[in-house]
């Protein structure tokens, strides 16, 4: 008898996302605290949005950038989680923009995979809780004052209206940004690792 | 006369504006084009009805129009797939879930889902590092990212 298991394998789209990453956590790790060790970071993607309707493999043709900013952001909580230190945390988000009425452009954030197809470009922007761009990656025909402002919207998206101001980060959890507000990814990040803390040290009884 | 009724309703949901067809007639998440679509629909399925029922002279006045004109909704609902109603709206510019600590024997692992994509990520380190990859001065990063399914490419 004979057993083959076919396990999913990465391939060039996966070296490259890789590559990606290693760049962009290797500026937000501090390397320097731990020499001549390695940090091991595995990504294993359970779901995607096309996947989720069939079970065929993505085509080799399909862009890399969506699948961009939910690594990132994966492998910096599982990096927080493991209490490796780092100088800071980063937020991504992908931004579309498709052509509007005449030589107007939409911006469109956290595209669907509709609006990632309908897209004249693709941005993935990723933002430090300092107001750094740490990342970006572009695809598609675009000029250089769309390129800004959709880094613009996704700084805001990312780090608040602020622009990355983190003594008022405490202020802004308290109040949970309002009612109307969309909460920006890094307090929601803040958010989530405070809850896991308090969950985490409740045997202490300090809450 | 009910019958006569129920048609001019099903006209006047097509006259409305789509935001309105949206807000009384479809469920969260539905757009207003697909809400418009709903309404046609819903408008075709009263005629055809009301045209059957003419025909074979049958009453069926225990029924209300709103019950009727629910059921009808659902019907259509599942004939264009939108029974799925709440992953739908979860799709659309969410705010993302994270779940720490996943893997236990890991030294830190994080399960992460936004937009329709999850991913599980694990970190181990600082471990000690292979002889060829050990850096004198900093830790050595290694990222693997393994896909959802078949080769990746």
Not at chain 1, 44 to 57: D, F, G, N, V
Not at chain 1, 86 to 103: D, H, R
Not at chain 1, 126 to 142: K, N
Not at chain 2, 21 to 41: F, K, W
């Given at each position: 008898?004979?057993?083959l ?19 962009t956590?290797r500026a937000?790790?501090l390397?320097h ?7 091991q970071?595995?990504?294993?993607i359970?779901?995607t949005?096309s996947?989720a309707?069939s079970?065929a ?5 399909a862009t890399?950038?969506?699948w ?5 952001q994966?492998g910096?909580?599982?990096l927080?989680n493991?209490?490796?230190p780092l100088?800071g945390t980063?937020?991504?988000v992908?931004?579309?923009?498709s052509?509007?009425a ?6 469109v954030l956290?595209?669907?995979?509709k609006e990632?197809a309908a897209a ?6 990723a933002?430090?809780s300092?107001g750094e761009?740490v990342?970006?990656?572009s695809?598609g025909a ?5 390129w800004k402002e959709?880094?613009?919207a996704?700084k805001?998206?990312?780090?608040g209206?602020k ?5 008022d980060a405490?202020?802004?959890m308290?109040d949970?940004n309002?009612?109307g ?9 803040r958010?989530s ?6 969950n985490?040290?409740r045997?202490?009884?300090e809450? | 006369m009910r019958l006569?009724?129920?048609?001019i309703d099903a ?6 504006s789509?935001s ?8 969260e998440g539905?757009?207003?084009e697909d ?10 399925v ?7 029922r003419?025909?074979s002279?049958?009453d069926?006045k225990s029924?209300s129009t709103?019950a009727r004109?629910?059921h009808?909704l659902?019907?259509?609902?599942l004939a264009?797939?939108f ?7 979860t ?6 879930e994270?779940i ?16 329709g ?7 181990n ?6 002889r060829?990859?050990?850096l004198?001065e900093e830790s050595f990063l290694?990222?693997n990212?393994?896909?959802?399914s078949g080769?990746g490419?």
């Amino acid at each position: 008898m004979h057993v083959l298991i076919q396990y999913a394998a990465p391939g060039p789209r996966e070296r490259h996302l890789e590559t990606l990453l290693y760049s962009t956590l290797r500026a937000l790790i501090l390397t320097h605290a731990q020499p001549r060790s390695l940090i091991q970071l595995t990504l294993q993607i359970l779901r995607t949005p096309s996947a989720a309707a069939s079970s065929a493999p993505v085509p080799q043709t399909a862009t890399h950038l969506p699948w961009l900013p939910p690594l990132l952001q994966t492998g910096l909580l599982a990096l927080l989680n493991g209490n490796v230190p780092l100088t800071g945390t980063a937020t991504s988000v992908l931004v579309a923009l498709s052509k509007g009425a005449g030589n107007s452009s939409a911006i469109v954030l956290d595209p669907t995979e509709k609006e990632v197809a309908a897209a004249s470009s693709l941005h993935v922007f990723a933002w430090s809780s300092r107001g750094e761009l740490v990342l970006a990656e572009s695809e598609g025909a675009f000029e250089v004052g769309q390129w800004k402002e959709a880094a613009e919207a996704a700084k805001k998206r990312c780090i608040g209206a602020k622009g990355g101001a983190i003594e008022d980060a405490d202020v802004e959890m308290g109040d949970a940004n309002g009612v109307g507000a969309v909460q920006s990814l890094d307090s929601w990040l803040r958010t989530s690792v405070a809850t896991e803390m308090a969950n985490s040290t409740r045997w202490r009884g300090e809450v | 006369m009910r019958l006569l009724r129920l048609q001019i309703d099903a006209i006047l949901l097509v006259a409305l504006s789509g935001s309105a067809v949206q807000s009384l007639y479809c469920p969260e998440g539905c757009r207003a084009e697909d809400a418009i679509v709903i309404a046609v629909l819903l408008h075709l399925v009263v005629a055809a009805e009301n045209f059957l029922r003419v025909r074979s002279k049958s009453d069926r006045k225990s029924q209300s129009t709103p019950a009727r004109l629910r059921h009808f909704l659902e019907t259509i609902y599942l004939a264009i797939g939108f029974e799925n109603t709440t992953q739908h709206t979860t799709m659309s510019a969410s705010q993302p879930e994270v779940i720490f600590n996943s893997l236990p024997h890991a030294d830190g692992s994080a399960t992460y889902s936004c937009n329709g994509y999850t991913i599980i990520g694990t970190v181990n380190g600082p471990i000690e590092a292979q002889r060829r990859d050990e850096l004198s001065e900093e830790s050595f990063l290694e990222v693997n990212i393994r896909p959802a399914s078949g080769t990746g490419g």
